[in-house]
């Protein structure tokens, strides 16, 4: 079992940066990569960036390539993700996640439903 804390979620205005961290915790094979997802209100949670266990390998969505950065930091068992220059429909609750193959992420890593342990998640609100 892996448990994943996100945390670093607020509100804040367009423009401005958010850092959000997600602490794993338990099985760490388990979480070798892993990915941030996000989801707003009436719409289906989606990929945001993914990273793989040694943090060669990064992944986006054209939404946020440019403005967001995902990194980590295995000695703190710790994921990132560096958001800046946010617009409103960046709105959404942010979920980080792990619990994926070396195999499947390769080539699902933007696959949800391909993750097997995900955090509570954390509430950003970006307003205009």
């Known amino acids: 079992q892996v448990q994943l804390v996100e945390s670093g979620g607020r509100l804040v205005q367009a423009g401005g940066s958010l850092r959000l961290s997600c602490a794993a915790s338990?099985?760490?094979?388990?979480?070798?990569?892993m990915g941030w997802f996000r989801q707003a209100p009436g719409k289906e949670r989606e990929f945001v960036a993914a990273?793989?266990?040694?943090?060669?390998?990064?992944n986006y969505a054209d939404s946020v390539k440019g403005r967001f950065t995902i990194s980590r930091d295995n000695a703190k068992n710790t994921v990132y993700l560096q958001m800046n220059n946010l617009k409103p429909d960046d709105t959404a609750v942010y979920y980080c996640a792990a619990g994926i193959d070396s195999y499947t992420f390769r080539y699902y890593y933007t696959d949800w439903k391909k993750y097997d342990y995900w955090g509570q998640g954390t509430q950003v609100t970006v307003s205009s």
């Open positions: 990273i793989s266990w040694s943090g060669g390998n990064t």
């Open positions: 338990g099985r760490t094979s388990s979480n070798r990569h």
